[in-house]
């Protein structure tokens, strides 16, 4: 058995620095590291190795500083390490990436391909499913466990309401999340060793009589001028004085702020929806529509109301596609929220979730229609989805945008946090429709009217073929309370800091007193004190409640990218130096125990 696990090399993104005279990211003297995602695959593999007789292929794409990413491979004990080295590669984007990978994998012919589920550096996630669809392999991503079972494979698959688990046949692709493996770093003297032992390197030429489906010029998008995000963050803490007055202080810069009384969220209830859009005569924004649980998600919703604000700029109608099995409450909800049109696609091969047969579906639904643009929520499934399509339909597809924009060329702009959140990049696209998966909580929905009647288009998607992928089971976390967060007005977000599990009574009742949705950051559900589901972040949810209250959370980039759209953040750290500080309106530094159960008090003596 062969097992290829692919690797990137990037750079330590907390050590980044924007130059705002050049508007370039200063990456001199910036040290470079394994992407974090990739040792769990490099280490799953190795697991795999020890128990079973296989061989492991480490493989790469980038310059030629990216062979210490294969060095420390072969110090972990692959078998072999292949570089793709060649200014022919230089500007790729995913696709372009993925393809030049799917080459080189295509001459290995492994049973198994595992990836990292994104990359810290521009955190797209798109490379694993645009291989396994060029490839033509089944995928499953966000792999939290896995088992080789003779000439398959057992995956346990994280989702927003808990986690899957899957059979699939060999080959396939699968990309790993946390859980999956430890991560593991050679000894020193295992790197020395390993920096004697072959590196294997192929050029362009090696993989392709044409060239131009590499680097910039394969590449269907690119990135224009990037900008900062500046914090607006007023930075108030509160400190040496006593918990009672820190406590008195911040419960009177909520009431004047009418976060308590939820003045503000009655302010920013919802734009009003211009008139309905006539189909035909100009191209679409469609909107993938995401059922969880029975009910259409809040980013769905969310992608209507900014699609209508787009459309009215170049005189286009927004369509809302739903695939699978849809009642008629469902769309009417698409259309109170903004969609002038519903396209259905249903069928007992559409019931559920499946990336190969819900990619054939949409696939062939936007051949036959041809819209603008296709927005996706990005979620487990919206972003699975997304790329495996952009991978089959040769489109540029941007992950995880904050925003969307028409340009005065008529282009959308689609605006994508990179480095983690320290700038935005706005990505543009050669290829049409224009193709993006938007985070959860970033976006403001339309006010709905429920008295447009519906508009509904039945898709005639052809035969869509059996998911190689079999669900065996599945478990909604309802514990987990994940779902919460993305229509979450306040969240008790609790960290490392709160000191153990033991902790978590004091916080729920928190935020019971508040009517608030718990939050936790990577190290909280790394330890398995909260869910994984749970995890605001980088590498976790998006959020956008009214109020945010951090309790021992130190606050680094890879978490407060995850709430920049909070409308009042409050941090309580015993520690100055804690970075929250910064990313917060009202900060108490103060051992939360001293200042959190008056706090309590205070908000249960005002109901």
């Known amino acids: 058995m062969k097992i290829a696990v692919c690797i990137k090399q990037v750079p330590v993104v907390s050590m980044l620095k924007f130059d705002g005279e050049t508007r370039r990211v200063a990456r001199e003297g910036v040290p470079s590291e394994v992407n974090p995602y ?70 290995e012919a492994p049973d198994l391909i595992v990836c990292g589920r994104n990359s810290t550096d521009a955190e797209t996630g798109q490379v694993g499913p645009e291989i396994a669809e060029m490839l033509g392999l089944p995928q499953i991503t966000a792999v939290s466990a896995l088992a080789l079972n003779g000439d398959s494979i057992s995956a346990t698959r994280l989702t927003d309401e808990g986690h899957q688990y899957l059979e699939c046949r060999l080959p396939a692709v699968v990309t790993v999340t946390d859980g999956a493996a430890a991560e593991v770093y050679p000894r020193r003297e295992r790197m020395e060793a390993a920096r004697s032992m072959p590196i294997e390197t192929l050029a362009a030429a090696d993989l392709s009589d044409d060239l131009s489906v590499f680097g910039l010029d394969g590449s269907p998008t690119w990135v224009d001028e990037i900008f900062t995000l500046e914090s607006s963050r007023l930075g108030f803490v509160a400190r040496d004085v006593s918990p009672e007055d820190a406590v008195s202080q911040l419960v009177e ?42 009910e259409v998600r809040p980013v769905t919703f969310e992608l209507l109301g900014r699609s209508r604000e787009l459309a009215a700029q170049i005189g286009a109608s927004v369509e809302a596609v739903l695939i699978g099995e849809a009642d008629d409450a469902h769309v009417r909800q698409l259309t109170a929220y903004g969609a002038d049109t519903v396209h259905l696609a249903s069928g007992s091969e559409l019931a559920e979730y499946d990336a190969e047969s819900h990619t054939a579906a949409l696939a062939a639904a936007i051949r036959q229609h041809s819209p603008f643009a296709v927005l996706i929520p990005s979620t487990a499934n919206g972003r699975d989805l997304a790329a495996r399509l952009a991978g089959r339909l040769k489109l540029g597809l941007t992950g995880d945008c904050v925003g969307l924009d028409i340009g005065e060329d008529g282009r959308l702009a689609q605006l994508k946090p990179a480095f983690g959140g320290s700038i935005v990049a706005p990505i543009l696209s050669r290829t049409l429709p224009n193709m993006a998966t938007v ?23 052809g035969h869509v073929a059996r998911s190689r ?59 398995g004190w909260l869910p994984r589901q749970l995890q605001i972040g980088l590498s976790g949810k998006a959020v956008a409640p009214d109020l945010y209250v951090a309790v021992g959370v130190r606050g680094p980039f890879n978490h407060t990218v995850g709430i920049q759209r909070s409308g009042t953040v409050v941090a309580i750290n015993n520690s100055a130096r804690a970075q929250i500080f910064r990313a917060s309106d009202f900060g108490i530094l103060a051992d939360w125990r001293e200042v959190v159960p008056p706090l309590i008090s205070a908000l249960k003596s005002r109901t």
């Open 469 to 527: 992928v079999r669900v065996v089971g599945s478990v909604a976390d309802e514990s987990a309370e994940g779902a919460e967060l993305e229509r979450a007005s306040r969240i008790v977000a609790v960290g490392k800091g709160i000191g153990g599990p033991d902790a978590l009574d004091t916080m729920r009742d928190l935020a019971d007193t508040l009517g608030a949705s718990i939050g936790a950051t990577r190290d909280v559900a790394d330890l």
């Open 439 to 461: 985070r959860p909580g970033i976006l403001t929905p339309c006010a709905p009217d429920y008295s447009i009647e519906p508009v509904v288009n039945r898709l005639d998607v």
């Open 253 to 294: 810069f909520l009431d004047e702020r009418g976060v308590l009384s939820g003045e503000r969220a009655s302010e920013s209830a919802g734009m009003a929806r211009g008139p309905r859009a006539e189909r035909g005569g100009t191209a679409a924004i469609w909107v993938a529509a995401e059922i969880m649980g029975g």
């Open 38 to 107: 990739d040792v769990l695959a490099l280490s799953l593999a190795m697991n795999l190795k020890a128990r079973r007789d296989v061989e492991v292929v480490a493989i790469t794409m980038g310059p030629p500083q990216a062979s210490e990413a294969l060095t420390q491979a072969l110090a972990l004990g692959v078998d072999r390490a292949i570089h793709l080295n060649d200014r022919a590669f230089a500007g790729s984007d995913t696709l372009a990436t993925a393809r030049a990978l799917s080459l080189a994998l295509e001459r």
